[in-house]
């Protein structure tokens, strides 16, 4: 009877311990998954998401010649450049934070559109600026990332 | 991203700004580019050629923008370049330097 009991002991035993090696595998495995993918975001798609931010930064500073006249296409590009915003942020890179922030100001920059109606004001455009800016330091940011595994092989 | 890397960007950046804005008065500059004047220094936009790295081709080279502010005598007081924004300020200065605004609104007036 105490080898019956000593037996369901051992068992007990040996699965929770089964148990906290198999969650320290799928954690390991979580964990090697997420930087692959990082990896991979950072080789593969960053330099074609830095090009497509550039363009779409240099875009909108053009359209901030006359804000007025291309709003709707200003609206757009921004769009494009919020899309690969989030890509950043996916990728949960260095980057990710400052993408984060941006897509912040960028909902910002909406909402007081909607506030300010058809014509722009002072602050949409002070807002619109700030934008470029921002987009401007990270892709700049996203390059030096992108030099870095460069380098890294 | 370093201090100073951030402090340039943001200049460019605001440079960007001012240009569009039609607040720095560009001109063509006699050695190439544009040249235009900001809180009363000059500065000069222009695309320099140099080796492309890594291309495998010997005398390869790809165009890159080169902003220098420019000392009393027309000598180059700094020099920035390999930021992002300069490629939007050469276009801009461009875009002012040749008047294409004014042209633009005459052929839409005629």
């Known amino acids: 009877m105490s080898g019956l009991a000593q037996l369901n002991d051992w068992v007990a035993v040996s699965a929770n311990w089964l148990g906290i090696i198999s969650l320290a595998v799928s954690t390991y495995a979580a964990v090697t998954i997420s ?3 990082r990896d991979i975001v950072g080789r593969v798609t960053l330099p074609a998401i830095i090009s497509a931010l550039e363009d779409g930064n240099g875009q909108l500073s053009a359209m901030l010649k006359d804000f007025d006249a291309s709003h709707r296409s200003f609206e757009v590009t921004l769009s494009v450049c919020e899309a690969n915003l989030r890509t950043i942020v996916s990728s949960r890179s ?3 934070p400052r993408a984060k922030s941006l897509i912040g100001d960028i909902a910002a920059f909406r909402k007081g559109r909607l ?3 058809a014509q722009a004001t002072a ?3 002070d807002r619109a600026w700030a934008i470029y800016g921002s987009l401007s330091g990270l892709v700049e ?3 030096r990332i992108t030099h870095l595994h460069q380098v890294g092989g | 991203m370093d201090d100073y890397l951030g402090r340039q960007v ?3 950046a605001k440079l960007v700004r001012l240009s569009q804005e039609g607040r720095i008065d560009w001109r063509l500059h006699e050695k190439g580019g544009f040249v235009g004047e900001v809180f009363g220094r000059e500065i000069r936009i222009f695309d320099s050629e140099k080796p492309a790295p890594g291309s495998g081709k010997v005398g390869t080279v790809r165009k890159a923008p080169v902003l220098e502010i420019l000392v009393g005598d027309g000598k180059v007081g700094h020099s920035i370049e390999s ?3 300069l490629r939007d300020l050469l276009a801009s200065a461009g875009f002012r330097a040749a008047g294409i605004d004014n042209f633009m ?3 839409l007036a005629s």
């Open chain 1, 35 to 37: 930087r692959i993918r």
């Open chain 1, 94 to 96: 260095q980057a990710t």
């Open chain 1, 115 to 117: 506030s300010s109606g």
């Open chain 1, 123 to 125: 602050l949409d455009i």
């Open chain 1, 141 to 143: 940011e996203l390059k």
């Open chain 2, 10 to 12: 943001e200049f460019v």
């Open chain 2, 83 to 85: 930021v992002t924004g």
């Open chain 2, 105 to 107: 609104e005459q052929v």
